[in-house]
């Protein structure tokens, strides 16, 4: 059974500070890694990981995948509160289907 | 559309009562799939359309639940005879092509409250 699991489950920063935050899987037929942020509705994309070593980036975050090791990784810098959200992890197999871990709860105080 | 749009937002019912949920994916995207997330947790997988072919059901904790896509654009999740656990957040995804490797984008979901 397809596993994704990410840490921590919650973090509270001050804006400007950096976060990263963890994602492991084990996903069968693995394909690529998906990170998505939620806040009050639904969830909205941010980037999708398929090769090892190579950081994607938008802004102040970015993202790489260790395909060796099975993680992935998303930093934010210079945090501000409009980060404030639950950051979503998923793995894509060989089913279409994404498998999610439970989320980090980040939340950027002034 | 420009995105997935669902509705109802939100839909409270009495245990017992049948309800229908709405998704309508983005233009053109072949692929769409319904996901329960439950309070305090990721997303989970609960079935799959490829164009109007429901290709994989699994997910679907009970014969309750039922899921159609009759033209191949808007799809419907009904649940029957509905129980306190099946409270949730539905959420519906669509994506380019049937490929592994295109970005599933989500509606806002319905969410769900069985009293």
């Known amino acids: 059974e397809d596993k994704v699991v990410q840490s921590p489950l919650s973090l509270v920063v001050h804006e400007g500070d950096t976060v990263t935050l963890n994602c492991s899987y084990e996903?069968?037929?693995?394909?690529?890694l998906l990170w998505y942020k939620q806040e009050k509705k639904a969830p909205t994309f941010l980037f999708m990981l398929?090769?090892?070593?190579i950081e994607k980036k938008s802004g102040r975050l970015s993202s790489i995948l260790d395909k060796k090791e099975l993680f992935s990784i998303l930093n934010i810098t210079a945090t501000q509160t409009g980060d404030s959200a639950i950051y979503l992890c998923?793995?894509?197999?060989?089913?279409?289907?994404?498998?999610f871990g439970s989320g980090t709860q980040l939340t950027v105080l002034p | 559309g420009a995105g997935v749009s669902q509705s109802p937002r939100y839909k409270v019912a009495k245990r017992g009562q049948d309800v229908a949920l709405r998704c309508d994916p983005i233009?053109?995207?072949?692929?769409l799939f319904w996901y329960q997330q439950a309070l305090g947790q990721g997303p989970e997988f609960l079935t799959y359309?490829?164009?109007?072919?429901?290709?994989?059901k699994s997910g679907l904790p009970s014969d309750r639940f039922f899921a159609e896509r009759p033209e191949g654009s808007v799809s419907t999740l009904k649940i029957q005879r509905t129980q306190q656990e099946d409270s949730a957040v539905y959420l519906c995804?669509?994506?380019?092509?049937?490929?592994?490797?295109?970005?599933?984008?989500f509606g806002d979901g319905t969410r769900l409250s069985i009293l």
């Open positions: 995804a669509s994506s380019t092509q049937g490929l592994s490797n295109q970005p599933q984008h």
């Open positions: 996903v069968t037929n693995f394909r690529s």
């Open positions: 398929t090769s090892s070593g």
């Open positions: 998923a793995g894509s197999g060989s089913a279409r289907q994404l498998t």
């Open positions: 233009s053109g995207h072949v692929s």
């Open positions: 359309f490829q164009n109007e072919a429901q290709l994989d």
